[in-house]
């Protein structure tokens, strides 16, 4: 019944962009608070940002920052996070989860309830 699914991930070039989407179903994301996770082969989970309820408040780790956008279009029940001038190390399987509200986003996969399955990104010549 709730259920959130990533997409958009693909083989992209370094310096360029993709845009992942994560919708939900069963729930509306208006009222959570959603985070972006991404986990390489051997390597620990890391959150790369997250957006409030509200719209506008997010953070970023000092990795992304500056290259990640994340957005909210709440008539599809729909958060993007907008990737730019990807590097090979953001190459990762990337996950989208939701959480109830908090007073701000945070990136620890604690703090999630509900999560995608994951879409393949890859940065490579």
């Known amino acids: 019944q709730l259920q959130l699914v990533e997409s958009g991930g693909g083989l992209v070039q370094p310096g360029g962009s993709l845009r992942l989407s994560c919708t939900a179903s069963g729930f509306t994301l208006d009222y959570y608070n959603i985070g972006w996770f991404r986990q390489a082969p051997g390597k620990e989970r890391e959150g790369v940002s997250c957006i409030h309820t509200s719209g506008d408040r997010t953070n970023f780790p000092n990795s992304v920052k500056g290259r990640f956008t994340i957005s909210r279009d709440n008539a599809n029940n729909t958060v993007h996070l907008l990737m730019n001038s990807l590097k090979p190390e953001d190459t990762a399987v990337y996950y989208c989860?939701?959480?109830?509200?908090?007073?701000?986003?945070?990136?620890?996969?604690?703090?999630?309830?509900?999560w995608g399955q994951g879409t393949q990104v890859t940065v490579s010549s």
């Open positions: 989860a939701a959480g109830v509200d908090q007073p701000m986003c945070w990136l620890y996969p604690y703090y999630y309830d509900y």
